[in-house]
Protein backbone atom coordinates (compact mmCIF):
# COMPACT_ATOMS: atom_id res chain seq x y z
CA UNK A 1 0.00 0.00 0.00
CA UNK A 2 2.89 2.46 1.01
CA UNK A 3 4.31 1.60 -2.37
CA UNK A 4 1.54 2.61 -4.33
CA UNK A 5 0.50 6.08 -2.59
CA UNK A 6 4.31 6.76 -3.41
CA UNK A 7 4.04 5.73 -6.89
CA UNK A 8 0.61 7.59 -7.22
CA UNK A 9 2.70 10.55 -5.85
CA UNK A 10 5.54 10.38 -8.32
CA UNK A 11 3.19 10.20 -11.17
CA UNK A 12 1.02 12.67 -10.39
CA UNK A 13 3.89 15.35 -9.70
CA UNK A 14 5.79 14.37 -13.08
CA UNK A 15 2.14 14.99 -14.31
CA UNK A 16 1.36 18.27 -13.08
CA UNK A 17 5.08 19.14 -13.30
CA UNK A 18 4.90 18.44 -17.13
CA UNK A 19 1.88 21.36 -17.64
CA UNK A 20 3.71 23.94 -16.50
CA UNK A 21 6.75 22.94 -18.53
CA UNK A 22 5.89 21.89 -21.63
CA UNK A 23 4.02 23.32 -24.64
CA UNK A 24 0.02 23.39 -24.98
CA UNK A 25 -1.32 20.49 -26.71
CA UNK A 26 1.85 18.27 -26.76
CA UNK A 27 0.79 16.58 -23.48
CA UNK A 28 -0.34 12.93 -23.28
CA UNK A 29 -2.07 10.37 -21.45
CA UNK A 30 -2.96 6.77 -22.79
CA UNK A 31 -2.84 3.13 -21.85
CA UNK A 32 -0.36 0.81 -22.80
CA UNK A 33 -0.79 -2.96 -23.21
CA UNK A 34 2.65 -5.05 -21.89
CA UNK A 35 3.90 -8.31 -23.12
CA UNK A 36 6.79 -9.13 -21.02
CA UNK A 37 9.53 -11.80 -21.52
CA UNK A 38 11.79 -12.92 -18.56
CA UNK A 39 14.84 -14.51 -19.91
CA UNK A 40 16.57 -17.11 -17.29
CA UNK A 41 19.46 -19.53 -18.13
CA UNK A 42 17.90 -23.38 -17.24
CA UNK A 43 14.62 -21.85 -17.24
CA UNK A 44 12.11 -21.10 -20.05
CA UNK A 45 11.58 -17.70 -21.20
CA UNK A 46 8.14 -16.89 -19.09
CA UNK A 47 5.90 -14.12 -20.74
CA UNK A 48 3.36 -12.37 -18.39
CA UNK A 49 0.75 -9.70 -19.46
CA UNK A 50 0.22 -6.43 -18.30
CA UNK A 51 -1.14 -2.57 -18.73
CA UNK A 52 0.20 0.45 -17.61
CA UNK A 53 -0.94 3.88 -17.24
CA UNK A 54 0.99 6.50 -19.84
CA UNK A 55 1.52 10.07 -18.97
CA UNK A 56 4.24 12.04 -21.11
CA UNK A 57 4.70 15.27 -22.73
CA UNK A 58 6.95 16.83 -25.41
CA UNK A 59 9.75 19.27 -24.44
CA UNK A 60 10.13 20.52 -27.86
CA UNK A 61 9.88 18.63 -31.36
CA UNK A 62 12.24 16.00 -31.12
CA UNK A 63 12.17 15.14 -27.24
CA UNK A 64 9.50 14.04 -25.07
CA UNK A 65 9.53 13.04 -21.24
CA UNK A 66 7.01 9.92 -20.20
CA UNK A 67 5.86 8.20 -16.69
CA UNK A 68 4.68 4.78 -17.27
CA UNK A 69 2.76 2.61 -13.90
CA UNK A 70 1.73 -0.66 -14.50
CA UNK A 71 0.83 -4.23 -13.06
CA UNK A 72 0.10 -7.67 -14.76
CA UNK A 73 -3.05 -8.71 -15.70
CA UNK A 74 -2.16 -12.72 -16.23
CA UNK A 75 0.71 -14.70 -15.28
CA UNK A 76 2.71 -17.23 -17.08
CA UNK A 77 4.06 -20.63 -16.01
CA UNK A 78 6.85 -22.74 -17.56
CA UNK A 79 8.38 -25.76 -15.60
CA UNK A 80 6.28 -25.61 -12.39
CA UNK A 81 7.26 -21.70 -11.92
CA UNK A 82 4.71 -18.59 -12.64
CA UNK A 83 5.99 -15.56 -12.89
CA UNK A 84 4.04 -12.22 -12.83
CA UNK A 85 4.65 -8.34 -12.64
CA UNK A 86 3.73 -7.15 -9.53
CA UNK A 87 4.12 -3.57 -9.92
CA UNK A 88 6.07 -1.81 -12.72
CA UNK A 89 7.24 2.11 -12.83
CA UNK A 90 8.77 3.66 -15.31
CA UNK A 91 10.57 6.93 -16.12
CA UNK A 92 12.07 7.90 -19.90
CA UNK A 93 13.03 9.62 -22.03
CA UNK A 94 12.33 9.68 -25.87
CA UNK A 95 14.19 11.08 -28.52
CA UNK A 96 13.61 10.99 -32.08
CA UNK A 97 12.40 13.26 -35.34
CA UNK A 98 8.67 13.78 -36.35
CA UNK A 99 7.72 12.62 -40.04
CA UNK A 100 5.09 14.57 -42.11
CA UNK A 101 3.89 15.70 -38.72
CA UNK A 102 2.20 12.63 -38.19
CA UNK A 103 5.23 9.58 -36.87
CA UNK A 104 7.59 9.94 -34.28
CA UNK A 105 10.50 6.81 -34.73
CA UNK A 106 12.50 7.05 -31.40
CA UNK A 107 14.48 5.46 -28.96
CA UNK A 108 14.50 5.50 -25.01
CA UNK A 109 16.45 5.81 -22.45
CA UNK A 110 15.10 5.20 -18.35
CA UNK A 111 14.56 3.80 -15.27
CA UNK A 112 12.37 0.68 -14.74
CA UNK A 113 11.31 -0.50 -11.23
CA UNK A 114 10.33 -3.48 -11.61
CA UNK A 115 8.87 -5.76 -8.75
CA UNK A 116 8.67 -9.40 -9.97
CA UNK A 117 6.04 -11.77 -8.27
CA UNK A 118 6.05 -16.19 -8.23
CA UNK A 119 3.09 -17.36 -6.15
CA UNK A 120 3.98 -20.86 -6.89
CA UNK A 121 7.78 -20.07 -5.13
CA UNK A 122 6.99 -17.71 -2.60
CA UNK A 123 9.57 -15.59 -4.38
CA UNK A 124 9.08 -11.50 -4.43
CA UNK A 125 11.82 -9.19 -5.55
CA UNK A 126 12.26 -5.35 -6.25
CA UNK A 127 15.15 -4.72 -8.82
CA UNK A 128 15.87 -1.68 -10.78
CA UNK A 129 17.75 -0.36 -13.73
CA UNK A 130 18.53 1.54 -16.68
CA UNK A 131 16.37 1.21 -19.60
CA UNK A 132 16.77 1.26 -23.32
CA UNK A 133 14.81 0.41 -26.24
CA UNK A 134 13.11 1.89 -29.56
CA UNK A 135 9.80 2.70 -30.91
CA UNK A 136 7.23 4.91 -32.62
CA UNK A 137 4.21 6.87 -32.25
CA UNK A 138 1.64 7.66 -34.86
CA UNK A 139 -0.37 10.47 -34.48
CA UNK A 140 -4.00 11.08 -35.65
CA UNK A 141 -5.42 14.10 -34.59
CA UNK A 142 -5.61 13.93 -30.93
CA UNK A 143 -5.31 10.16 -30.97
CA UNK A 144 -1.88 8.53 -31.07
CA UNK A 145 -0.89 5.28 -31.22
CA UNK A 146 2.22 3.71 -30.40
CA UNK A 147 4.73 0.26 -30.63
CA UNK A 148 7.62 -0.46 -28.50
CA UNK A 149 10.46 -2.56 -27.70
CA UNK A 150 12.26 -1.52 -24.57
CA UNK A 151 14.87 -3.88 -22.56
CA UNK A 152 13.54 -3.38 -18.73
CA UNK A 153 16.15 -5.13 -17.00
CA UNK A 154 19.43 -6.63 -17.68
CA UNK A 155 20.89 -8.38 -15.03
CA UNK A 156 23.52 -11.14 -14.69
CA UNK A 157 20.68 -13.60 -13.68
CA UNK A 158 18.30 -12.61 -15.92
CA UNK A 159 16.43 -10.23 -18.44
CA UNK A 160 13.27 -8.83 -19.11
CA UNK A 161 11.84 -7.34 -21.96
CA UNK A 162 8.58 -5.79 -23.05
CA UNK A 163 7.05 -5.16 -26.26
CA UNK A 164 3.96 -2.91 -25.57
CA UNK A 165 1.26 -1.34 -27.81
CA UNK A 166 0.18 1.97 -26.29
CA UNK A 167 -3.38 4.03 -27.27
CA UNK A 168 -2.95 7.94 -25.82
CA UNK A 169 -5.27 10.97 -26.16
CA UNK A 170 -3.23 14.15 -26.72
CA UNK A 171 -4.32 17.55 -25.21
Known amino acids: MKKALITTAIASGLFFTSQLTM ?3 QNYVGLQYN ?3 YSEDGLGDLEPE ?3 LVIGGELNDNFRLEGRLGSSTADDNVAGVALAIDNYIGFYVKGGMRFADMVFPYV ?3 YSLVDLKSHDANYY ?3 SDLSYGVGADVNFGNFQV ?3 WIML ?3 SAYELENLS ?3 AWRF
Do not use: H, I, Y
Open 125 to 127: DTE
Open 35 to 37: MFT
Open 108 to 110: VLG
Open 153 to 155: QEK
Open 50 to 52: GVA
Open 23 to 25: AEE
Open 146 to 148: GLE
Open 165 to 167: LTA
